[in-house]
């Protein structure tokens, strides 16, 4: 604002009050000055927030597909694991069906 246009009328009222009325267009034109500069804060405040805003959802959004890609992983890794197990209990099964096989018979005494 930093100025006000002088206004009709405003001849009569300075030459009545001329040091009262200076003060208070003074003090008008920094209430003024004041206001602004604090929307002026409110507003950059405003747009950082926007902008923090908009950060905070692209990481949300890339940290789901980081999220998304583990667990798709982590499924593939616990089916292979469930098939590595079936396999090696059928090995250590067929292992001890041949040892078995192969140790004399200590029953017979």
Known sequence: MKALAAMPGDQALSSAFPEELDLALRRLAAALDGLEAAHQRLAEAERQR????????????????????????????????EEVHRRLSQAS?????????LEPDTRDG
């Open 50 to 81: 926007v902008e923090a805003y908009a950060l905070i959802k692209e990481e949300r959004a890339r940290l789901a597909a980081q999220l998304d890609a583990a667990v798709a992983r982590s499924e593939v890794l616990d089916l292979a694991n």
């Open 93 to 101: 099964h067929h292992i001890r069906a041949v040892l078995s096989a």
